[in-house]
């Protein structure tokens, strides 16, 4: 390789590191405010707590951390064991990348049940009123059926007879439609109504899918662009190695060639 492409190739290489190691704090940081300040994350998938959004943000975060400090530091100052060590673990996140993603798509089904299961059993146990918290289970469920327009998991029933009101049919005042929120009383609240009618039909989890399918294309965009940056990654910290190596190959031998 010609000395003008290594170089080329080290500084490119180096600063879409530092752009990723900037990235990674950044997701590392919004990982641990959600695991401080919104707790009821830990409770909206008790069994799965590790799948909330906290814990990914948290892991993602450190794996792009250390992933670009390897990669800024072995092509910066040309170590070879760095620069391995990158390449390993890209190569690793994406062998890992296509079993989960396989696994995802062959069980997507199965996925989907589980996942129902553990936000119902959430919202059956530990739904509590009387936690009302900035960042309360109360709040997040409250702000996903508002702003989703939706009720419950499957639909409203899932709210009835739930530990914070047992033997009741009610639901939180965040299911009801916008009409019959306005025309509530303080003595007759429209989650207490008992009157469907008065509240979203659908369930937030079919409509949290329908909003997934309809940007799946910037899923798709997304992917592209991460995949490309791996296989960059991959291309440019072997070569770098490979520069390295023969670089100081040809200076050990020039060290130790006899003098005519």
Not at 86 to 97: D, G, M, N
Not at 131 to 151: F, K, M, N
Not at 239 to 244: D, P, R, S, W
Request: a negative charge.
């Amino acid at each position: 390789m010609s000395k003008s492409g290594y170089t080329c190739i080290r500084y490119v290489f180096c600063w879409l590191n530092v752009i990723l190691w900037i990235t990674g704090c950044g997701i590392l940081g919004v990982g641990l405010w959600l695991r401080i300040a919104y707790e009821g994350y830990a409770t909206l998938l008790p069994e799965y707590a590790l799948l909330g959004a906290d814990s990914l943000a948290i892991a993602v975060g450190t794996i792009a951390f250390i992933l670009a400090f390897c990669g800024c530091c072995g092509s910066w100052f040309q170590s070879r064991w760095m620069l391995i060590t990158y390449f390993s673990l890209v190569v690793f996140i994406f062998v890992a990348e296509f079993v989960m993603g396989s696994l995802a798509f062959v069980f997507r089904e199965k996925l989907g049940h589980i996942l129902q299961q553990e936000l119902q059993y959430g919202l059956q146990h530990h739904y509590n009123i009387t936690a009302r918290g900035p960042y309360s289970l109360v709040t997040i469920w409250d702000e996903l059926q508002s702003e989703v327009h939706c009720c419950g998991v499957k639909n409203y029933e899932d709210w009835y007879g739930i530990d914070a009101w047992v033997d009741e049919r009610w639901v939180p005042e965040s299911c009801c439609l916008p009409a019959a929120y306005l025309n509530q009383t303080e003595t007759q609240p429209c989650g207490h109504s008992r009157n469907s009618e008065d509240w979203f039909p659908k369930g937030c989890f079919e409509q949290i899918q329908m909003w997934f399918i309809q940007r799946l294309h910037i899923v798709g965009v997304v992917g592209l662009v991460v995949a490309f940056v791996q296989l960059f990654g991959l291309i440019s910290s072997m070569l770098l190695f490979c520069t390295v190596k023969h670089k100081r190959t040809s200076y050990t031998y020039q060290s130790y060639e006899p003098n005519a």
